[in-house]
């Protein structure tokens, strides 16, 4: 009897200190859910991104660059701010969604849009100075006769076949405008497709255009030398509906930057604009506008980059 009750007890000991083991994973898989743990004295702030992609072509490296240099600025005492990468690529609209329910990211940077900014907290501070908005065009070396800048460009650009992201709000602002334009799901997809002459141009920031097509290092890739685009556009961080804490602290943060010059400094380091103006002769270019479908806002405290030279004709 007394052994019987040696090994009740002895059961319900074991039994305790399972439960008790499991109630402590419990409530440390709780915090680190939170994204945030302790190591002594220093909390750690993890800030969920986007993973890199080889079609990135340096930008990962500029915005999670001008997120940490936010972050840096606002950081509170005894506190250490990290960005972490996510485990899988995701596209546009995929991410923005993750960001509405809290999943995979924390922070995601995209050319803004009215239905972006009901997905997420949109950090109104433009994070390109504007130049987003500049649109030159990729082509295939066998178009380059179907553009000319002496002819009606505008009504001619409408019949040929323009190529965006479909979950870009570049997509709609060209069919907004009249434009013929093909949507596909990725960016491969695209430079496919203009290397088989499936479509007419690619419309593209002038910083992009510039990049990509010395990344892409491909003699039928070119760059249209004629015209040139115009519609607002801005691109932003914008943050989970979970945390508005975290997009107040970045957009500070960027407001600081501004300020005291780093982030001036910082995009300089990665855009070289006068070398993209040399190089696409954006000044003899004939310059079209576009409509954007809904007036897009931003922080009237930005400084947004206008070429001076440039006096837009209505496309």
């Not at 050319?111 to 649109?135: C, F, H, W």
């Not at 070289?272 to 310059?287: C, G």
């Amino acid at each position: 009897m007394l052994e019987s009750r040696c090994e009740g007890g002895l059961y319900s000991l074991l039994a305790m200190l399972v439960f008790s083991s499991l109630l402590s994973h419990n409530v440390q898989g709780k915090t680190l859910d939170s994204r945030k743990t302790s190591q002594g004295e220093i909390n750690v702030y993890e800030v969920r991104i986007v993973k890199s992609s080889e079609f990135d072509y340096a930008s990962h490296n500029y915005y999670s660059a001008l997120l940490e240099l936010a972050l840096n600025k606002t950081e509170p005492p005894s506190t250490q701010t990290h960005l972490v990468e996510s485990s899988e690529k995701l596209v546009q609209e995929r991410v923005l969604r993750q960001l509405s329910v809290n999943r995979n990211a924390d922070v995601f940077w995209t050319v803004t849009s009215k239905l972006r900014e009901k997905q997420a907290i949109p950090v109104r501070v433009p994070l390109l100075n504007g130049i987003m908005g500049y649109r030159v065009s990729l082509i295939h070396q066998s178009s380059l006769g179907k553009f000319n800048k002496d002819t009606d460009s505008a009504q001619n650009m409408k019949r040929l076949v323009a190529i965006q992201g479909h979950d870009w709000p570049d997509f709609r602002i060209l069919e907004h405008n009249g434009f013929t334009t093909l949507g596909t799901s990725n960016y491969d997809m695209i430079i496919e497709l203009l290397k088989a002459g499936r479509v007419d141009y690619f419309p593209r920031a002038v910083h992009e255009a510039v990049v990509e097509t010395e990344s892409l290092n491909n003699p039928n890739i070119i760059v249209e030398p004629s015209i040139l685009l115009y519609y607002p556009s801005y691109m932003f961080f914008f943050v989970s509906k979970s945390k508005p804490e975290l997009a107040q602290r970045i957009e500070r943060g960027l407001n600081i930057a501004r300020k005291d010059g780093s982030f001036a400094a910082l995009f300089k380091k990665y855009i070289n604009f006068k070398h993209i103006e040399e190089t696409l002769n954006l000044s003899e270019r004939k310059s079209l506008q576009a409509r954007e479908p809904t007036p897009l806002r931003r922080d009237p405290r930005s400084n947004c980059i206008k070429f001076t030279t440039i006096t837009p004709a209505v496309a």
